[in-house]
């Protein structure tokens, strides 16, 4: 069973700090890896999606990674903004099965002004 | 701007009741996907249905638990007998096509459920 971690569970940074948010799963058979963000009493929003043939995906200020072999995603955030607080999640789409995404249990950001 | 609309928002009821969260999908989006989320579980895929044909309900408790696609633009997701432990937020989200396929989904704001 594909299980997805995300460490750590929350994260303080100074405005203007570079940041990065690990995110690991067990199973590298996958068809892609998605990073969201989710505000409080908010859904989650799509921020990067990186095919499994792709090793990463860059969206303005930030840039998501992948090695699928190793199991393992960052999501790198330059010159962090105090409307980057919010709970990061990252979701992987198995391959060989019926399942949509697997969620991991995010991390709260709090960027401080 | 086109969103999915989740209702209600926000609903308190007494266990046992009978609990219907309503969404209303992208128009043209073909899959519909329902998640719960709670802190200690995180989210869960519970049902998703694409061409409004169920694919995978797997996740859903299904002694009380139902979800259905009336027609292209309105999902359900039923509750019967609702139980203090289904209290959650679940989300609906819709896409077109598959995430496998690199489309991604959109996410309701939630219905946020407390049953007492």
Redesign the interface.
Known sequence: KQEVTQIPAALSVPEGENLVLNCSFTDSAI??L?WFRQDP??????LL?I?SSQREQTSGRLNASLDKSSGRSTLYIAASQPGDSATY?C?V?P?GS?????????TQLTVLP | DAR?TQTPRHKVTEMGQEVTMRCQPILGHNTV?WYRQTMMQ??E?LA?FRNRAP??DSGMPKDRFSAEMPDATLATLKIQPSEPRDSAVY?C?SGWG?????N???????SWLTVV
Do not use: C, H, M
Request: charged share 10%; proline share 0%; no cysteine.
């Open positions: 068809y892609n998605q009493g908010k859904g989650l929003t799509s999606l095919q999640l979701a789409t391959s019926a399942r949509q995404l697997t969620f991991g249990s995010g | 999915v996907f995180g989210l895929l998703y694919l995978d989300f989200a598959t995430v496998r396929t690199g991604t989904i959109y996410f309701g704001e939630g």
